[in-house]
């Protein structure tokens, strides 16, 4: 099974849904089995976890990681159509297809011996909660190493910076009053959708770095009132903020919560993702891309989501964002470039390849670090 046959299989399976995120991890646990590669199952907060491990028993070591879960699509995105080199479908983009070309690239790496190569696939990625995530898990596992990828989509550039997230709950209060008399009131949702407007033009959202030309701030949802003849006395506002490297997010809440009648009530918080693009693995990368596809010049690229690839950084593991080409995840029309599933598999493999003649490295690494044996399948 290719890379597009792959993904087309994985996209069939609802994995906003826990049941399709078992069915799609049952799938990719026996597709990995069937050849040969040795894989370790198990549940963190009641979500499926995989990880797999091929290669050396020990030296330079490199995880790929992925995640198989979505954001909610409509009932046709699971059903998979192609169009000329286009892959539609929930996930095609961000990150099935991605996940595909890398289960892929593990099944052609499994007979090497110089590098040792975890994949590993989570189940929250696409989750708003705070807490320890699937990737905290697997890292606390010991699937570490001395570089990280995660699959996100990058158009084949490197992701070396991701902006910082902030999701920020904020309760807007107002006074109640008959709707036929609402100048006797304070409307709370009129007052919450200029909040909206006031947090547009603080100062941190003028600034800008050499990677982003700015910071954003989307309103995801709005809810209050209870009664259409009542002017509503409260409303909540749930706000998603993307910030830049070197901004402070504390500065952010702290002008947020000093707007009148305003309290922030929830806040999940990751902070934004620099690699330097000097260091070795991602010098070796560029080289495999450049090997691989026409990128020469800017592979190295700023992204304005961001991903999972913190948890390894905060675990003193370098990481990148780094994935096919598409367009429109999260959206009705999301697709990927079946010819850059390919393309990204070979990079991958020819990133490990590169890894043995670039880089002069001791005989262990983080990725000596022994495997937990408690990491069973469910």
Avoid at 177 to 202: I, Q, Y
Avoid at 293 to 300: D, M, Q, V
Avoid at 327 to 355: A, C, K, M, Q, T
Wanted: aromatic content about 6%.
């Amino acid at each position: 099974m290719d890379e597009c046959a792959l993904t087309e299989r994985l996209i069939t399976y609802d994995t906003s849904s826990p049941e399709g995120m078992q069915a799609a991890a049952a799938f990719v646990y026996g597709w990995l089995e069937a050849r040969d590669v040795e894989v370790k199952g198990g549940e963190h907060n009641g979500l499926p976890v995989l990880a797999a491990t091929v290669g050396a028993r020990a030296g330079p070591t490199v995880v790929l990681h992925g995640h198989l879960d979505v954001v909610p699509g409509l009932p046709e995105q699971f059903e998979p159509r192609t169009e000329g080199d286009r892959l539609y479908g929930r996930g095609a983009y961000d990150m099935k297809g991605g996940l595909a070309a890398m289960m892929c690239a593990v099944r052609d790496l499994a007979a090497q011996r110089e590098v040792k190569v975890h994949l590993v696939c989570v189940f929250d990625e696409e989750s708003d909660e705070q807490g320890k995530r699937g990737t905290d898990y697997v890292v606390e596992k010991g699937y570490v190493g001395d570089f990280a990828i995660t699959g996100e989509p990058t158009n084949l550039h490197i992701g070396v910076q991701a902006k910082g997230v902030l999701a920020l709950g904020v309760q807007v209060s107002g006074c109640s009053a008959h709707g036929a008399t609402p100048w006797l009131g304070d409307n709370a949702v009129v007052k919450a959708v200029d909040v909206f407007r006031a947090m547009e033009s603080l100062p941190f959202t003028r600034e800008s770095s050499d990677l982003f030309d700015r910071p954003s701030i989307s309103l995801g949802r709005i809810a209050g009132g209870d009664a259409v003849n009542r002017v509503p006395d409260a409303c909540r506002i749930d706000l998603d903020i993307r910030y830049l490297p070197g901004q402070d997010p504390d500065q952010i809440i702290e002008a947020v919560n000093s707007q009148t009648d305003v309290e922030v009530v929830k806040v999940f918080h990751r902070e934004p993702i620099v690699v330097a693009r000097d260091n070795h693995f991602v010098q070796v990368l560029q080289e495999a891309v450049s090997k691989v596809t026409p990128l020469r010049e800017s592979i190295a690229v700023g992204r304005d989501g961001t991903s999972d690839v913190i948890s390894f950084l905060k675990a003193g593991v370098p990481g990148v964002e780094f994935g096919p080409t598409g367009e429109g995840h999260h959206g009705p029309e999301e697709w990927v470039s079946i010819e850059s599933l390919d393309s990204y598999r070979e990079v991958l493999v020819e990133f490990v390849s590169l890894i043995p003649q670039r880089l002069r490295m001791p005989p262990l690494q983080a990725g000596a670090v022994p495997l937990d044996p408690s990491l069973k399948i469910a």
